[in-house]
């Protein structure tokens, strides 16, 4: 594989693409993509190789797998009125890129799929390795998305607390700022779709006669409040009654420990260790 910066690295699927054509999605994970190249580049020229992976491993399953794939099936069926076309080539392009950056790391497998994506291209090893394009860089949008991200996985974060099932859609009401409030709700599909909301309500701190809300389970994401009421998400009865026997297994656990401490045999006869660990 030719690491020189004086070859130039073609993508197939990305070479036709421009960034103002595409959907926030596509825009951060292109530049995300061109960030860790860069990372990578710079690792790799100072023979720091833990690094080099490190941000290989953080792009590929944190990033690509964990969010971009998930947000691109909201273009691939329609649901953001994109073109899925578009957002197919970014996934193709992706997969070839990210096999170009890991070959160094993983030859044998990345060869495997490679014959299977780009058979007429000979081997893997004889590509460049890809290069930084600038315009691809975009330090806006990737600030963007990561608040975006924020407030999924805050709301997210809400639902596994209060036990909500994972299917089960709740209310959102948002509180912050009216710029913040204005970026999400321009991107509310990926909102709604990600952490599984029924209704969002913006709220903005100059609404007159609002009250925060009472009964909500709540997080808050560079100042945007987020409220989620748990009539919502749980059956308020249901719910006690779970917590009371939770309490009476704890309090039957606390008596069981202080009878056994209360024996005079056992701590004269048990290990320090296990004596140590009951209390």
């Known amino acids: 594989m030719n690491l020189s910066d004086s070859v130039r690295s073609e993508s197939f699927f990305l070479d036709s693409l421009r960034a103002d054509e595409l959907n926030l999605a ?20 100072s023979y720091r190789f833990n690094e080099y992976a490190h941000a290989l491993y953080q792009f590929t399953w944190h990033e690509f797998c964990d969010w971009y794939i998930e947000m691109s099936k909201l273009s691939l069926n329609g649901a953001v009125g994109d073109s899925a076309q578009k957002t197919q080539k970014v996934l193709a392009g992706l997969l070839e890129q990210i096999l170009l950056l890991l070959h160094p790391l993983m030859p044998f497998v990345t060869e495997e799929i490679w014959q299977v994506l780009r058979e007429r291209e000979g081997s893997i090893m004889t590509q460049p390795y890809p290069r930084v394009n600038a315009d691809w860089l975009r330090p806006e949008v990737e600030e963007k998305m990561r608040f975006l991200t924020e ?8 639902r596994s607390e209060m036990n909500c ?7 959102v009401i948002l509180f912050g700022p009216e710029q913040s409030l204005a970026l999400l709700s321009s991107h509310e599909k990926y909102l709604r779709a990600l952490a599984r909301a ?12 609002w009250e925060r809300p009472k009964g909500a389970a709540t997080a808050v994401v560079q100042g945007m409040e ?6 919502d998400m749980i059956n308020l009865q249901e719910e006690q009654s779970r917590l009371t026997k939770e309490v009476g297994k ?6 069981r420990i202080q009878k056994k401490l209360g024996n005079h045999d056992f701590l004269a006869k048990a290990k320090e260790e296990v004596v140590q660990r009951e209390r």
Do not use: C, F
């Open 165 to 171: 099932a994972p299917a089960k859609e709740v209310k």
């Open 226 to 231: 987020i409220y989620l009421p748990m009539g």
């Open 151 to 158: 407030v999924i996985r805050a709301i997210r974060n809400l």
């Open 250 to 255: 704890v309090a039957e656990e606390l008596a």
């Open 26 to 45: 596509d825009q951060w994970i292109l530049s995300r993509l061109h960030s860790t190249i860069r990372e990578t580049r710079s690792a790799i020229d």
């Open 198 to 209: 029924g209704t969002v309500n913006y709220v903005d701190p100059l609404t007159r006669g």
